[in-house]
């Protein structure tokens, strides 16, 4: 059975790589956020202090995925 994924509203705070971010929650969590290749256009508008909307998956909360751009 597929599970769906948890959806959220993070900030990037880093880019430590090439298409790689540090994202932090709401509750304080950070994780690590990509961008699949489909959405690689949003690399561009990508940098410390945008909110993104992430999907993560319900067995492993480090890691998420971008899914576009919060809006406020």
């Known amino acids: 059975m597929f599970d769906p ?8 705070i880093d880019t430590p ?6 994202v932090a929650l709401p509750n ?6 990509h961008v699949p290749k489909a959405l ?8 410390e ?7 993560l998956t319900p067995y ?3 890691k998420g995925r ?3 751009l919060a809006e406020d």
């Open 5 to 12: 994924p948890v959806t959220t509203v993070g900030t990037i």
């Open 17 to 22: 790589k090439a298409k790689i971010y540090r």
């Open 28 to 33: 304080g969590k950070e994780i690590v956020g």
């Open 40 to 47: 690689i256009h949003l690399h561009e508008s990508l940098r």
């Open 49 to 55: 202090g945008v909110r993104v909307n992430l999907e």
């Open 60 to 62: 492993d909360f480090e």
């Open 66 to 68: 971008i899914s576009g």
